[in-house]
């Protein structure tokens, strides 16, 4: 007997869980079951325009390159960098590079410096100022030193020839050490290996999310499709990257994130849909009957829970960090698609497959009527979970909150060299600190105005050298460099402390606040701003402090109005919001015990630095708080389901976890999987987001959705569901839309 269609399904009977406003008369199918239907009776259109459009993006990106517009500080320092980009077209000033020569006797590194001036002279397009070669104190070492012209932008490139001759000179010298460091090389070699990491974990992560994907479909087919709709969807995302940078600040690590986010999220919100559509056939259902259902159920809890995700990442555009932009962009942007495409895409091809969708069978790893079973573990935790409310909620608040207690120590902040110590260049770094120790990076003032080359500001200099001392706050040589043809004059300051300490913090605001004023700023017509690694750090900081609360605020108010309009509740918003700051604090709480205290590093290959990556925290709350309303919504959407059948919420409560248990722990251990990845990466940045999101992923995802959330449920009772009648009126008019 021919099964009808989804159109024929859609006509003939009303969805199996309606709003309990509903009435016989409503005709009007919800949003997102007509957009289902519609890519049913279009699959082949859905299917191929998602496909062509993808290619689009993608060639798009491709033509356009990977132009980025540089991103700037906040504050003073941001003011400073500006001033430089406007006057020179760079906002940096070009960058040292420093080639050591150690080993053999004193004459043949004698000749093996001149070799390198020589080399370094030879090619101009590539170095520039050389000067030396410099003898350490020990009579061991000699240095030669040279500045890499052009835009700081390009210098990655521009040093490359630099590079070659300082190798051509170490294959004459093999008896010697000659190897070259500095900013720019330093920087090549970071995104070189920011390169190879991000084809590692597209390498690594595929593979182990197919495999995951198997264990829970047991079908090569069922498994691919999650799979493959997330990779169109990062690369859609990674190609609009190109288009951004156009106008926004992307950052090296972008291309990174953008995997990250959109592999988890692509392949969660796939299997919601299809592990949905797959119980309602293990129950009877026709295909279409099914993929209604699922477009319905599964569909709308994936629009809220993408919606939720996406507005949590916008909420690093009030941050005023211009590192953020780019990232953030990014990260809706595959999120959104990551969602369109489960709401068009994947009813068509599904549509499309009907049984097919289960060819490609591993028989070790499947069977169906398992598969879409209710978990009797969870089912039986849940329901001594909701008899013992207060013990089991409790005893799982202190474990989360003493794991969170290590963040009340968090110190945010920057490694004296951001880049993996494994690196020749790093270590090479490393040896010219030690034979030629040196203090922190000086504050840089620029200066702007009018007659910079004139006596008034000449006296100025020189009066700000004469507040330079031995062991004051500001300490000398202090030089003065004109750029630009007297058009700037950049004021190279050193501090005192190690650049990154309360002493260097003090130097600077006694240079800004006190100094500055008191010579440069009793000059008419000149204006004037320090920027510097110092200054930077402290700038952003200070951006940090004054814009996280508002961040913070604002997500998660945002994140409640979507979740009281989406439920008709005020309870749930708020024991969603609480539960995912809990486990927000336990993931901090983890990362500070790694990445700060300087545990494990020896088996993930790192170097504590004392602190977390500054921006590191704000980026994971926002997509934690974000990413964790998956759980959320796709849990509380079963357990309404039930609820509006006439089932009491402590029955609901244990009927949608125990039915919800399966996607819900596949897709974590997926997303799990994923993030664990970006551990094994040779970055800290990566090293901390993988373990950090792994961490808060796998708790929310068991002790909270496990635990927490039926025993806050079970406490509140009928509760749960208490709203103004203005607020269940329009939860019900969203339902019914969506």
């Given at each position: 007997m021919r099964q009808p269609s989804f159109d024929q399904v859609l006509l003939r009977q009303e969805p199996e869980v309606t709003s309990l406003a509903a009435t016989p008369a409503t005709r009007r199918r919800p949003v997102v079951e007509r957009i289902a239907g519609w890519s049913a009776r279009h699959r082949k259109t859905a299917v191929f325009g998602w496909l062509l459009l993808v290619a689009v993006v993608f060639l798009a990106g491709q033509a356009l390159g990977t132009k980025s517009v540089p991103p700037y500080d906040p504050g003073q320092s941001g003011q400073a960098q500006r001033a430089l980009q406007q006057i020179t077209g760079d906002y940096q000033p070009a960058?040292?590079?420093?080639?050591?020569?150690?080993?053999?006797?004193?004459?043949?590194?004698?000749?093996?410096?001149?070799a390198v001036e020589a080399a370094l002279r030879g090619v101009p397009s590539s170095a520039a100022d050389v000067r030396g070669p410099r003898l350490s104190a020990d009579g061991r070492s000699e240095l030669v030193t040279f500045t890499v012209?052009?835009?700081?932008?390009?210098?990655?490139?521009?040093?490359?020839?630099?590079?070659?001759?300082?190798?051509?000179?170490?294959?004459?010298?093999?008896?010697?050490?000659?190897?070259?460091?500095?900013?720019?090389?330093?920087?090549?070699?970071?995104?070189?290996?920011?390169?190879?990491?991000?084809?590692?974990?597209?390498?690594?992560?595929?593979?182990?999310?197919?495999?995951?994907?198997?264990?829970?479909?047991?079908?090569?087919?069922?498994?691919?499709?999650?799979?493959?709709?997330?990779?169109?969807?990062?690369?859609?995302?990674?190609?609009?990257?190109?288009?951004?940078?156009?106008?926004?600040?992307?950052?090296?690590?972008?291309?990174?994130?953008?995997?990250?986010?959109?592999?988890?999220?692509?392949?969660?919100?796939?299997?919601?849909?299809?592990?949905?559509?797959?119980?309602?056939?293990?129950?009877?259902?026709?295909?279409?009957?099914?993929?209604?259902?699922?477009?319905?159920?599964?569909?709308?809890?994936?629009?809220?829970?993408?919606?939720?995700?996406?507005?949590?990442?916008?909420?690093?555009?009030?941050?005023?960090?211009?590192?953020?932009?780019?990232?953030?962009?990014?990260?809706?942007?595959?999120?959104?698609?990551?969602?369109?495409?489960?709401?068009?895409?994947?009813?068509?091809?599904?549509?499309?497959?009907?049984?097919?969708?289960?060819?490609?069978?591993?028989?070790?790893?499947?069977?169906?009527?398992?598969a879409t079973r209710p978990s009797r573990l969870w089912g039986a935790l849940a329901r001594q979970v909701v008899k013992h409310p207060l013990a089991w909620g409790g005893i799982a608040s202190l474990a989360l909150l003493a794991l969170a207690a290590p963040a009340l120590g968090m110190r945010i902040g920057y490694p004296a060299i951001d880049a993996p110590k494994g690196l020749p260049v790093v270590q090479t770094m490393d040896r010219i600190e030690r034979a030629f120790p040196q203090g922190p990076s000086p504050a840089e003032v620029v200066v702007t105005g009018k007659d910079l080359g004139g006596p008034a500001v000449r006296h100025a200099v020189e009066a700000l050298r004469g507040r330079a001392t031995a062991s004051g706050p500001i300490r000398g040589p202090i030089s003065a460099v004109p750029v630009a043809g007297d058009r700037a004059l950049l004021i190279s300051v050193p501090l005192a402390g190690d650049g990154s300490d309360s002493a260097s913090a003090n130097a600077l605001a006694t240079l800004r606040n006190q100094v500055l004023p008191s010579t440069l700023g009793t000059v008419p017509g000149v204006s004037f701003a320090v920027t510097g690694d110092t200054a930077s750090n402290v700038d952003f900081n200070q951006q940090m402090r004054d814009t996280v609360p508002l961040v913070f605020a604002a997500v998660a108010a945002a994140a409640f109005v979507l979740l009281a309009v989406a439920f008709g509740s005020i309870a749930i918003p708020l024991i969603s919001i609480l539960l995912n700051l809990l486990s927000v604090g336990a993931a901090y709480g983890l990362v500070t015990l790694i990445f700060q205290d300087g545990r494990l590093q020896g088996?993930?290959?790192?170097?504590?630095?004392?602190?977390?990556?500054?921006?590191?925290?704000?980026?994971?709350?926002?997509?934690?708080?974000?990413?964790?309303?998956d759980y959320h919504v796709f849990l509380l959407s079963r357990i309404r389901e039930l609820r509006t059948r006439g089932a009491s919420t402590r029955d609901a409560v244990t009927g949608g976890i125990a039915s919800s248990a399966g996607v819900v722990t596949s897709a974590a251990f997926i997303m799990v999987a994923v993030f664990s990845v970006f551990a094994t990466l040779s970055l800290i940045d990566l090293k901390i987001l993988g373990i950090g999101m792994a961490a808060a992923v796998l708790i929310d995802a068991t002790v909270v959705r496990g635990v927490l959330m039926p025993a806050a449920l079970s406490l509140l009772g009928d509760r749960t569901w208490a709203a103004p009648r203005w607020l269940r009126r329009r939860a019900d008019r969203a339902e019914l839309a969506a």
């Open positions: 960058p040292t590079e420093n080639v050591l020569i150690q080993g053999g006797t004193g004459g043949l590194r004698d000749h093996a410096a001149r012209p052009g835009k700081a932008a390009d210098t990655t490139t521009t040093v490359q020839a630099a590079q070659q001759a300082v190798a051509a000179v170490q294959a004459r010298y093999p008896g010697l050490t000659v190897a070259e460091s500095g900013d720019a090389s330093i920087s090549g070699a970071v995104s070189t290996a920011l390169g190879h990491d991000f084809h590692k974990a597209e390498e690594t992560s595929v593979p182990i999310t197919l495999l995951l994907l198997l264990v829970v479909f047991g079908s090569l087919i069922a498994a691919g499709i999650p799979l493959l709709l997330a990779i169109t969807a990062v690369m859609a995302a990674i190609s609009l990257l190109s288009v951004v940078g156009q106008w926004l600040p992307v950052g090296s690590s972008t291309s990174e994130v953008v995997l990250l986010i959109g592999m988890a999220v692509g392949i969660d919100y796939s299997l919601f849909y299809l592990r949905r559509e797959r119980e309602e056939r293990a129950r009877g259902a026709s295909h279409a009957e099914a993929l209604r259902i699922a477009a319905g159920t599964s569909g709308k809890a994936v629009l809220i829970s993408g919606l939720t995700v996406m507005v949590a990442l916008a909420g690093l555009f009030l941050t005023g960090l211009s590192i953020f932009d780019g990232v953030a962009l990014g990260s809706i942007a595959v999120v959104g698609i990551a969602v369109v495409g489960s709401l068009t895409v994947l009813p068509a091809v599904l549509s499309w497959l009907g049984p097919r969708l289960e060819r490609g069978r591993v028989p070790l790893l499947r069977r169906r009527a398992r088996p993930l290959g790192y170097t504590s630095f004392g602190g977390i990556i500054a921006w590191e925290p704000l980026f994971m709350f926002v997509f934690l708080f974000g990413i964790s309303m």
